[in-house]
């Protein structure tokens, strides 16, 4: 009995938590989704009941005023998804590796090297942007998605691999020996027995990668014009000499969140289906 | 992870070597790779050729020949000029209706992009600083910038180019209001640009609550008090608690120079003196702000040391205050039915007047300058000519409907004000206030941005409560010592 | 023959990161350093060596003191506070009550959103008449008023904004690594009879070491170079009382156009920040 009704309480203490949390972090969220749909009047009152508009959306995609931030949305969500994604990829190519080489070899210089890669995230952003300004110049690289996934690339890999480098040294030595001894080299070791138990990890690293990057703003700035911006940058767009057009914003910044949403809900599957499958238990 | 070595001693001592040498190598690898790419700091400006004969290219066929020269701005056909503007109305009138008939007329390819304020200053920023010969050719130059982009011969100096280039019917430099005009030209007396936009500062209050409560628009700045106080007061108990007298910006930094600096004018105050000795902590100046701070914790919104301009103008556009002193291109926005809550009901007046019979001064200019590495200088200043004419202004305006109010021209503001009466009612208080305004308030240095920094800090933590003289004292010292620091020979008057 | 073999190809697994990292991080952060000893100013055409002139000029003037204090409240209370929000919502998480999924979508949501857009937003959402804080905070009596214009409160409104949008960061960290434990020792412990709390502390936080010190050591250095948010919501002020050391590095930079002295405030900072970390590695490695 007491095992059952205290559970019941955990029960209830858990969902009390966790709506309010939901709620506190949903609620600006959902002003922002509503205005997205109300006249420039409208926006800001609390009205529930208001006439809704898809105007703010035709603005950007289509745009009935011939402004270059009007019209031009699928245009940035194209750059940014193309950036982002390519951006996850190769880092998780590349940095994956090099996690597990950290998390299971041993070398001269190990940690050195270790703290050397999660250094490359210490640096203030404003404090690179003239001198990659100048680099992509000289290389005529500049308003080019290269660019800006280069760029991210370097912010992003050493995160990257410190995060995988975590996820890899939770799993114990045992299981690379187990995998060994059964024959596999290192390396069949490395993609056939653990890569698969770090989906939690490879999933939450690709989420926040993605995050980084699509939302990242000061080196999107500087590094494109008119060919490479991202949606992050014609935010920015919105606010004129004459005013904030916060019916567009409030428009693409709805649309902004819901790639990342459909993103994450995709790659969460990946996740439930990686427990289920895991190994680690039994 | 836990395979001990035999050699460890060894080891810290190697390891110690490699690891200098690795960051020498770095240090050694980013030197070369630095010094290659170091940005080129001096370049001489472009200079015109001053010639008005017609070349021929040396095509099968030349071209023929008639007894009327070709009009200059035939010359460059073919050319594509770059400009990046802000995207506003105003721009994107000029490029639905302006852009295509220019482009027929002399042949010259408009390429314009567009973006928001802050992204345009520090895309603009990054490539004149570093040489760079693209990709824009022109652009949208707050006037305060001017100066500092000017000096390092980042600029054009457009005056050989205008005197010898005539455009009859188009440029007319006499027509542009005066003091826009004066803040395009820099302190050597070069014009560097041409005035797109530009406005002054003035009075804007609900007149149809004024005429309700029996108050009249306040010409002094005792008026101005009892106004605010009376307006406030009754405005709370018709509409409650979210109800203010009066809004004006509070924001920190240097955002805010052309307004900020200009506010003990009224008082007799100013930051520097005409010789730039420091006098931002004068007597005057202290009184000025001593009241600018005073007004707005009484009757002024909570946020007020926050605000910039776009505060401000919502709050008379939502109807949650009862005036505001602002800047004369707000009727645009503000008597939107679409955008404004209180469209319509809006009354305008000057400035009021302070202790020393003046008004404070406020006056802001964007100015659309040629960028001195453009290969295609003359076909830019072409554009920027025919963009700030009289001629586009009217055009816009009459022809494509957009309602500006910041327009430069003497002439298109008459013109508009004629044609479209209902809208434009309000222009004669207006033009009053751009002529009543100098622009001896701010001064002509490349340093006028980093010392409104400190000098902004002051005014919002003024704002917020931090007593005038205090804030002042501090602001200038930091302006004494920046400017001392960047060469001046010059004195505090006020010491602290 | 085995060890050789096995020796190279422990470096082919790094080779490609180590290579990219240098070439796209090493130029940069040289070239900082380089420019931190010299009077750079482009609008002046001034390229004067000074050695640790600008390093002096701003340890020792009167910003450096309040940018530090602030720097390091900022960072320590959103790290601090994040870290136990985070916490508590991943183990209520973990328990895969039904619904789960709906809200760990859901919650995900502010990490979504651009950290421009939720500045501004934010900036409205504290208005004190027309913001939706002061709205709801009014419900409970507390007086309406502008937080981000409020020299006491400007920071802390600030934090709880970072807050709002990286705690679902944090979550998703350690619930990721709460769900990398096996379940025996929770089976056999439930079995020997322990209480939630002493699952809680005997197996699960121990378990997640080195998850939960990745998590607030990025999360706390990503707090000390914190910008955006900051810069749009109160740009610094009122007055300085909510300006850090990344503020003031922009600032110098965009707004003075001092280049050199912007990249001295950015060596200090990466020197800050790798010390403590540094410190932090340290510490965790002695283990």
């Known amino acids: 009995m007491r095992p059952t009704s205290r559970r019941l309480i955990e029960n209830a203490l858990s969902y009390v938590v966790l709506i309010t949390y939901t709620l506190a972090s949903s609620i600006p969220i959902w002003w922002v989704i509503t205005s997205s749909f109300k006249l420039p009047r409208d926006i800001f009152t609390y009205a529930i009941i208001f006439k809704p508009t898809l105007a703010n959306y035709s603005e950007i995609l289509i745009g009935t005023t011939a402004g270059q931030y009007f019209g031009s949305y699928l245009h940035f969500v194209q750059n940014s998804a193309v950036v982002s994604l390519s951006t996850i990829a190769l880092s998780l190519v590349i940095g994956t590796p090099a996690a597990f080489a950290l998390s299971r070899f041993d070398f001269r210089g190990k940690n050195d090297v270790t703290f050397w890669i999660l250094s490359t995230r210490m640096g203030p952003p404003i404090a690179y942007i003239i001198p990659f300004y100048m680099i992509f110049t000289r290389l005529h690289l500049l308003d080019t998605q290269f660019a800006l996934v280069a760029l991210y690339l370097a912010s992003n890999l050493g995160f990257t691999i410190w995060m995988m480098k975590g996820f890899f040294d939770e799993i114990p030595h045992e299981l690379d020996d187990a995998a060994m001894t059964d024959g596999c080299s290192r390396f069949r070791a490395f993609v056939n027995v653990l890569l698969p138990l770090t989906r939690p990890g490879l999933s939450a690293t690709g989420i926040m990668v993605f995050l980084f990057t699509w939302n990242e703003f000061l080196y999107a700035l500087i590094l494109t014009q008119q060919n490479a911006e991202t949606v992050p940058v014609s935010l920015m767009g919105y606010i004129q000499v004459l005013g904030i057009a916060w019916g567009p914003m409030t428009a693409a910044a709805t649309l902004q969140i819901v790639v990342p949403l459909i993103f994450s809900v995709v790659v969460q599957k990946h996740l439930v289906r990686g427990l289920t499958l895991g190994a680690v238990k039994g | 992870m836990s395979e001990k070595k035999p050699e460890e001693k060894d080891m810290s001592r190697r390891r110690y070597l490699g690891m200098t040498g690795a960051a020498v190598a770095g240090l050694v690898v980013g030197g070369v790779l630095g010094y290659v790419a170091k940005p080129t700091v001096t370049a001489p400006p472009i200079t015109s050729t001053e010639t008005e004969t017609v070349t021929v290219t040396g095509t099968m066929a030349p071209p023929p020949v008639t007894t009327a020269a070709t009009p200059y701005y035939k010359q460059f056909s073919g050319q594509t000029v770059h400009a990046v503007t802000h995207d506003t109305a105003d721009h994107r009138a000029v490029r639905a209706l302006i852009a295509p008939e220019f482009q027929t007329l002399t042949g010259i390819t408009i390429d314009s992009e567009m973006m928001g304020d802050i992204v345009l200053t520090q895309k603009i920023y990054t490539q004149l600083s570093t040489g760079a010969t693209g990709p824009y050719d022109s652009g949208m130059v707050h006037m305060w910038l001017l100066e500092g982009y000017e000096r390092p011969g980042w600029l054009t100096n457009l005056d050989p180019l205008v005197n010898a280039h005539p455009w009859e019917g188009i440029l007319d430099l006499n027509d542009y209001v005066p003091l826009f005009a004066s803040w395009c030209r820099t302190s050597d007396g070069k014009l560097s640009g041409l005035p797109f936009y530009g406005h002054a500062g003035c009075y804007m209050y609900r007149k149809d609550l004024a005429e309700k409560w029996g108050l009249t628009p306040p010409k002094t700045m005792d008026d101005l008090l009892a106004v605010t106080k009376n307006a406030h007061e009754m405005g709370r108990k018709e509409f409650g608690s979210s109800f203010y007298g009066i809004s004006m910006r509070g924001i920190r930094g240097a955002d805010n120079p052309h307004m900020y600096f200009g506010w003990p004018w009224a008082w007799g105050g100013r930051v520097l003196d005409a010789d730039y000795n420091v006098v931002a902590n004068s007597p005057e100046c202290v009184q000025a702000f001593d009241y600018y701070g005073k007004i707005l914790q009484s009757y002024g919104p909570s946020g007020s040391a926050t605000f910039h301009w776009p505060e401000v103008q919502r709050g008379i556009m939502e109807g949650t205050v009862f005036s505001i002193l602002e800047a004369t291109d707000m009727p645009g926005s503000i008597e939107d039915p679409t955008a404004s809550k209180t469209a319509g009901k809006i009354g305008y007046a000057l400035l009021p007047n302070g202790p020393a019979n003046t008004t404070p001064m406020f006056s802001y200019t964007t100015t659309w300058p040629v960028f001195a590495h453009s290969p295609v200088a003359e076909a830019a200043l072409l554009w920027s000519e025919y963009a700030t004419s009289g001629y586009s202004q009217k055009k816009t305006v009459i022809e494509g409907n957009f309602f500006r109010t910041g327009l430069t021209s003497k002439s298109a503001w008459t013109a508009c004000a004629a044609a479209q009466p209902a809208k434009y009612w309000m222009a004669p208080v207006l033009l009053q206030a751009m002529e009543q305004t100098t622009n001896e308030y701010m001064p002509k240095i490349p340093e006028v941005m980093e010392i409104a920094g400190p000098h902004g800090d002051a005014v919002s933590s003024i704002v917020a409560g931090t007593p005038a003289k205090v804030a002042l004292d501090k602001a200038a010292k930091e302006i004494y010592d920046i400017l001392t620091k960047a060469g001046y020979n010059i004195q505090m008057k006020y010491p602290v | ?287």
């Open chain 3, 1 to 287: 023959m085995r060890t050789r073999s096995l020796e190279l190809s422990k470096y082919l697994y790094l080779l490609p990161a180590i290579a990219f990292l240098c070439v796209l991080t090493l130029y940069p952060f040289a070239q900082s350093i380089i420019w931190s000893f010299y009077q750079y100013d482009p609008a002046k055409s001034i390229y004067k060596f000074i050695g640790l002139g600008n390093f002096s000029d701003y340890l020792l003037g009167d910003r450096f003191l309040g940018n530090a204090v602030n720097t390091f409240t900022f960072a320590f209370s959103t790290t601090g506070a994040s870290f136990l929000i985070g916490l508590i919502v991943a183990l209520v998480l973990n328990r895969k009550l039904r619904g789960t999924p709906i809200f760990r979508v859901i919650l995900l949501l502010p990490l979504m959103m651009a950290p421009v857009a939720a500045g501004l937003f934010w900036k409205f959402l504290y208005n004190a008449d027309i913001g939706l804080i002061p709205q709801l905070l009014s419900y409970i009596g507390i007086p309406r008023t502008d937080w981000t214009a409020n020299p006491s409160l400007a920071l802390f409104s600030v934090v709880v904004v970072d807050l709002w949008e990286w705690t679902p960061f944090m979550i998703l960290l350690l619930l990721a690594g709460m769900q990398a434990i096996p379940l025996e020792p929770y089976e056999s412990a439930r079995i020997d009879g322990a209480s939630s709390w002493q699952l809680l502390t005997r197996i699960t936080l121990p378990q997640m070491k080195s998850t939960i010190a990745i998590a607030v050591l990025i999360r706390f250095m990503d707090a000390l170079r914190a910008f955006d948010i900051l810069w749009m919501l109160t740009q610094g002020g009122p007055g300085r009382v909510s300006e850090t050391i990344s503020v003031t590095a922009f600032i110098y930079l965009y707004l003075n156009y001092h280049v050199g002295y912007s990249a001295a405030i950015a060596v200090i900072m990466i020197i800050i920040t790798t010390g403590i970390s540094m410190g932090f590695v340290r510490y965790l490695t002695r283990k």
